[in-house]
T-cell receptor, first 114, second 115 residues
Framework: SQQGEEDPQALSIQEGENATMNCSYK?????LQWYRQNSGRGLVHLIL?????REKHSGRLRVTLDTSKKSSSLLITASRAADTASYFC??????????????FGQGTTLQVKP | DAGVTQSPTHLIKTRGQHVTLRCSPI?????VSWYQQVLGQGPQFIFQ???????GRGNFPDRFSARQFPNYSSELNVNALLLGDSALYLC??????????????FGPGTRLLVL
């Protein structure tokens, strides 16, 4: 079963606007990662935020984590047409057996119109 | 450095057949994980291998099996293929295994179509 749930499922914006995607999860985590996927290809790692971190930046990306609400958000600033893709959050559940199993949500499909 | 590589890129099989998918991790990475992604959904964990040993298994039937070789490359085998096995199969590598450890880096995937 999916642990993370992304919201919204689909987002359409104009180039230059900001895009915000949210992710909620169910169990305690060690870290949360965001990935991008273009047209059914492989996943590209964007950013990892650990459970003791609240905010992290990487270029035009800003990720926040609220462990009390079991939620995370991904903000893409000044979006470009090349940002058009599906975005997934993935968690690894704290307390699970010692594996690197990632649990993915169903993703947010972002369309950036030129 | 090369990223994670997978072969083949595309594959068409018929029901009941067997398939073998291959993955080479990033140089220096000892952990390989396999995921299945059905169209419109997020990836689902199938297996993780670390140092040639199975470290985790997802909720998949025994038709799915995998192994890791001394050079840390890996194979995913699926027997008695069903139509529902049609999906993108993703391989991911990381330098270590374990909860809360390193980032997992994904390959381009193998798209399997079962007719």
């Amino acid at each position: 079963s999916q642990q993370g749930e992304e919201d919204p499922q689909a987002l359409s914006i104009q180039e230059g606007e900001n895009a915000t995607m949210n992710c909620s999860y169910k169990t305690s985590i060690n870290n949360l990662q965001w990935y991008r996927q273009n047209s059914g290809r492989g996943l590209v790692h964007l950013i990892l935020i650990r459970s003791n971190e609240r905010e992290k930046h990487s270029g035009r990306l800003r990720v926040t984590l609220d462990t009390s609400k079991k939620s995370s958000s991904l903000l893409i600033t000044a979006s470009r047409a090349a940002d058009t893709a599906s975005y997934f959050c993935a968690t690894d559940a704290r307390g699970s057996s010692n594996t690197g199993k990632l649990i993915f949500g169903q993703g947010t499909t972002l369309q950036v119109k030129p | 450095d090369a990223g994670v590589t997978q072969s083949p890129t595309h594959l068409i099989k018929t029901r009941g057949q067997h398939v073998t998918l291959r993955c080479s991790p990033i140089s220096g990475h000892k952990s390989v994980s396999w995921y299945q992604q059905v169209l419109g959904q997020g990836p689902q964990f199938i297996f993780q291998y670390y140092e040639k040993e199975e470290r985790g298994r997802g909720n998949f039937p025994d038709r799915f099996s995998a192994r890791q070789f001394p050079n840390y490359s890996s194979e995913l085998n699926v027997n008695a293929l069903l139509l529902g096995d049609s999906a993108l199969y993703l391989c991911a590598s990381s330098s270590v295994a374990g909860v809360g450890q390193e980032t997992q880096y994904f390959g381009p995937g193998t798209r399997l179509l079962v007719l």
